[in-house]
């Protein structure tokens, strides 16, 4: 018999605490695949890293790859940046998609930052929307990420406005306005809530 899953999306803003809502999931024991991490194992293979330079020569130094260049041009051009999107994001899915497949659980999580602004949101079962108010947000990609808070800002400005989500059936918005204490407990109910339904 086939196990019956449910696929689920975890999603939000950048900074929005996407990684720490993942990893309560999976300390929990459930399947919990990441896109960056995806991304990472793609950025080391060569073919996929030599079509990248060609894409984004300027991101190019003395013949390596620099990823904080390439961040620098996508998200000060948003022409750049669907460039991007178009070439890594269809690869990338592709990828999530198998492990997915292959998790042998009745539900699955998958960590997806762009989740609305590519139209998968369909491909899911049920999302979560980590939401953090944008201060919040910027204060952690200047700590997480060591650059400016203009330049946080820049980035969230690029990104889906999750404030105009609500909550409905397949489509639960998790608060992070606390400590992660308090945002594991959160996590926990909604576990809890999503094994039941």
């Not at 300027?58 to 948003?78: C, R």
Request: with cysteine; proline share 2%; hydrophobic share 40%.
């Amino acid at each position: 018999m086939t196990l019956k899953k449910q696929k689920i999306a975890i999603t939000g803003g950048i900074g929005s605490g996407k990684s720490s809502v993942a990893e309560f999931i999976r300390q929990e024991g459930y399947p919990v695949f990441s896109c960056d991490e995806i991304n990472r194992s793609l950025l080391s293979k060569h073919d996929y890293l030599e079509k990248l330079q060609r894409l984004f020569p300027e991101a190019v130094t003395e013949g390596t790859f620099d990823k904080k260049k390439l961040a620098e041009t996508v998200f000060s051009d948003k022409e750049a940046l669907a460039r991007l999107n178009a070439f890594s994001h269809p690869r990338i899915m592709k990828e999530l998609f198998r492990e997915i497949e292959q998790a042998e659980a009745s539900l699955v999580f998958a960590e997806v930052p762009l989740l609305f602004e590519e139209g998968y949101e369909t491909q899911f079962d049920k999302v979560i929307v980590v939401f953090r108010e944008e201060k919040e947000r910027i204060s952690s990609v200047v700590n997480r990420d060591g650059i400016s808070e203009k330049a946080a800002w820049a980035r969230i400005q690029n990104q889906y406005d999750y404030n105009k989500l609500s909550e409905g059936q397949n489509l639960f918005i998790l608060k992070n306005e606390g400590t992660l204490s308090s945002l594991k407990a959160s996590v926990l109910f909604l576990l809890d809530t999503l094994a039941n339904s």
